[in-house]
């Protein structure tokens, strides 16, 4: 049984055609959209982050917002970028809506994308130490935080206070948080090393690298790798993978105006030095989307599917395309609506 959520990246920019013209349009029609998707008997609502662009920034408010309007989906980000985070103001803000949501957080983390600010995570005040990188950042945030929400004590009491000195853990603290925080990894090498840390594998739909195959396939082997990983490091519990897919149903003429009439082919790009395999969109008639999507080897083998929105279009369009995607597209690779 799988599981699907939409995944918006949320853009707002007053140009014609826009239904979120502003980031109070955005940030409400997001709240808006997540009901509309578990009333569709989705199961997760999933957003990217982004800085110093016209899309959704600081997520916990907005999480918390959801996890407190919804009651059964999952909430979820996809992914933050861990360079601009101080890892326990973090924490205690990750608690707080995971506590609001009462459990339902997923939390996709990762070293983040390339993006239009030069090292903007240091105007944030996160400058990478001598010798390191902003990879070396993000991952030494990562780790802070992922001690900080198992409840380790992160600093020292005042004596004067406590009548003596003891760790103190970050609060409020979230039973079962720790398990389920996602790491986004772009190449093969990145999901072992996820899997070494004991992380879920969160996979988009671009890998860093390219080795001439198509896209499902390369990311099949990163699965896999992972898999394979995770079970070399002797982890009890049974991880989560995700992948995330643009996948566009054409009911009218409208929505061929928008985004033509077929699926595209996987691209290559060149991507953070190097060459980079986008994933193909899928874009047709829904009984043509759901068998090309039951051929999708990466998305048969994941457990999550994170289904990628125009959230521009508005809560209306975007509530129209995921309920023809429930009905439709979904079935062929073993999903059913949760009510």
Not at 129 to 157: C, P, Y
């Amino acid at each position: 049984m799988k599981n699907v959520g939409f995944l918006s990246f949320g853009h707002y920019q007053a140009i014609s055609g826009s239904r979120t013209r502003t980031a109070s349009d955005v940030l409400l029609q997001s709240i808006e959209l997540a009901e509309a998707a578990e009333e569709l008997g989705l199961d997760g609502a999933y957003f990217r982050v982004h800085h110093f662009a016209r899309q959704l920034a600081s997520p916990f408010p907005l999480l918390a917002a959801v996890g407190a309007r919804t009651q059964r989906i999952e909430i979820g980000t996809g992914v933050i970028d861990m360079r601009y985070e101080n890892p326990l103001y973090m924490a205690e803000d990750a608690a707080a809506a995971d506590l609001i949501s009462q459990g339902r957080l997923q939390l996709g983390i990762s070293r983040g994308s390339p993006e239009t600010a030069l090292r903007g995570y240091e105007a944030f005040g996160h400058v990478p130490a001598e010798g390191q990188n902003d990879a070396d950042l993000a991952r030494e945030h990562t780790e802070v935080f992922r001690r900080a929400i198992t409840g380790e004590g992160m600093v020292l009491s005042d004596p004067r206070m406590t009548g003596r000195q003891i760790e103190l853990p970050v609060m409020p603290q979230a039973p079962g948080l720790a398990d389920r925080i996602w790491w986004g990894s772009g190449t093969r090498a990145t999901a072992e090393w996820t899997a070494a840390q004991g992380m879920n594998l969160m996979s988009s739909t671009l890998l860093t690298e390219d080795t001439g195959v198509p896209f499902d396939q390369l990311q099949l082997e990163q699965i896999e790798r992972f898999h394979s990983a995770w079970a070399a490091a002797g982890w009890t519990r049974q991880p989560r993978v995700s992948v995330s897919r643009s996948v566009i149903p054409i009911l009218d003429d409208t929505d061929r105006a928008y985004f033509g009439e077929r699926s595209g082919d996987d691209q290559l790009g060149y991507l953070d030095g190097g060459i980079a395999r986008f994933g193909k969109s899928y874009v047709g008639e829904p009984d043509v989307l759901a068998e090309e999507l039951a051929k999708d080897v990466a998305v048969r083998e994941a457990d999550s599917l994170l289904l990628t929105v125009p959230n521009q279009l508005g809560v209306a369009y975007n509530q129209r395309l995921l309920g023809a995607l429930a009905e439709h597209v979904l079935p062929a690779i073993g999903w059913s609506p949760r009510r």
